[in-house]
């Protein structure tokens, strides 16, 4: 797998990015057995020196090369020191990864990463790695996971927005943002809009609305504004629902991201017009899931509601 070989095979995956407990590594357990399922061979690759216990088969762990524990201790350094250093230490050892993935060639590769924002948002480390990989002929696609329950809160939902805006601007990967654990919206109370208000971000000027009716968030309206402006002058953000425990919502996913790297429209697989046409359509399939999902949430309200009024 020399560095510039222009005829060697492609290898499709996924680096799975976000803020610590947003569920990437579940997410990763997750699809590894999804596509095992449906045939497709894939392997995870541990790029998180603080997982010393991964749920999922680990094809490739860089805590052979380097632990979290071991550099804070040796050097003295805070877990965001010690996770930048090892991220900058992968960087300076490429060819420990070159040598460990080529013996997976042939594979789909999905990319566990650190939970680390800074990581992904201004420090280059992870980026440059990504860069690397994308010489070696990799097709990759970021898949940015976010936790659900900042949707129950506008203003930690615009906070999200800007994460994902910079994080895409600075990864520069095909990227995919996912909203995870759908499953467990309803227990985070409430959501001032419809679903598809957030997983499409629609017009953002009714949530700076909202949040003036805060006391305290009013103080900060044009702070606000001034954000969402920036958000939708860009016009990039949108997001996937994913419950990992929904076959369904896994396959919506897979299909985001299988579009996103190019995996959709190679020869891995054999692939009717039906499946090409639902990666080639777009949003159909993110609107579709999306309204499952609300349709769900609904219900979940509707029951609520209900055993209120049977209780009085």
């Not at 995956?13 to 803020?19: L, R």
């Not at 070159?98 to 939970?115: S, V």
């Not at 809160?153 to 615009?158: A, H, L, S, V, Y």
């Not at 900060?220 to 953000?237: A, F, G, H, T």
Request: glycine share 6%.
């Amino acid at each position: 797998m020399s560095e510039n070989s222009q005829g060697a095979s492609l290898a499709f995956g996924q680096v799975v990015i976000g803020p610590p407990g947003s569920g990437k590594t579940t997410y990763c357990h997750g699809m590894q057995e999804f596509m095992a399922r449906i045939g497709r061979r894939v392997v995870v690759v541990n790029l998180d020196p603080a997982n010393e216990v991964t749920p999922y088969q680990c094809a490739v762990d860089i805590s052979e090369l380097i632990t979290l524990p071991d550099v804070m201790e040796s050097l003295k350094l805070g877990p965001n020191g010690g996770l930048i250093y090892c991220m900058e230490y992968l960087e300076a050892n490429f060819d420990w990864l070159q040598e460990k993935l080529a013996a997976f060639r042939g594979h789909y590769y999905l990319f566990d990463c650190p939970g680390q924002v800074e990581l992904y948002t201004h420090h280059d480390a992870l980026k440059n790695v990504f860069a690397q990989l994308a010489k070696w002929n990799f097709r990759l696609a970021a898949v940015h996971l976010v936790d659900s329950h900042y949707c129950t809160d506008p203003g930690k939902f615009i906070s999200v927005l800007c994460t994902s805006l910079s994080t895409m601007l600075h990864v520069e990967l095909p990227h995919v943002n996912v909203l995870s654990k759908m499953d467990l919206i309803e227990q985070y109370g409430k959501l001032a809009f419809n679903l598809d208000y957030y997983t499409e971000v629609l017009d953002l000027s009714y949530l700076v609305d909202h949040l003036a009716s805060d006391p305290f968030f009013k103080n900060y309206r044009r702070l606000n504004e001034k954000l969402v402006e920036v958000i939708e002058d860009y016009s990039l953000v949108s997001f996937v629902p994913l419950n990992v425990q929904d076959k369904e919502s896994m396959r919506q996913v897979m299909q985001a991201v299988d579009k996103a790297n190019g995996y959709s429209f190679g020869d891995q697989e054999h692939r009717s017009l039906e499946a090409l046409m639902s990666a080639a359509v777009g949003a159909d399939f993110h609107f579709t899931s999306t309204l499952a999902v609300q349709e769900k949430y609904v219900q979940s309200q509707d029951k609520a509601v209900e055993e209120e009024v049977m209780d009085i």
